[in-house]
């Protein structure tokens, strides 16, 4: 999962909000059941869910006539720490300097 698609599917309060309802059901969710607890209209539910599968957040399987959706945590999880560890790796390479003399703040003598 590259990080730049799951800031973009996580960037969105519909596309988050999707995501709580489907981890508080515990179980994969139909579009129409999403679309109806929001109170959204099918189409954009679907394409909400469309980039949140593509971000590789939510796999979709096919149940008879519908296609239901559910979280992938491990690969979530691993994304995450992923961006959790180039987040360390930078605070450890940068270095603050502590003093405002490197910067030039008053401005000439």
Do not use: W
């Not at 969105?12 to 959204?40: K, Q």
């Not at 360390?88 to 270095?95: C, L, Q, S, T, V």
């Amino acid at each position: 999962m590259l990080s730049h698609q799951l800031f973009r599917a996580l960037g969105d309060p519909t596309r988050v909000r999707l995501l709580d309802l489907i981890a508080e059901r515990c179980r994969a969710c139909s579009v129409s059941e999403l679309a109806d607890c929001l109170d959204v209209d099918l189409s954009v539910v679907s394409r909400h869910l469309t980039l949140l599968r593509a971000a590789g957040v939510l796999r979709a399987t096919k149940s008879g006539r519908n296609v239901l959706y559910e979280i992938q945590f491990d690969s979530l999880a691993e994304a995450l720490r992923g961006i959790a560890d180039a987040l360390e790796r930078a605070r450890e390479d940068f270095e603050p300097t502590g003093s405002r003399s490197s910067l030039d703040l008053e401005g000439p003598p």
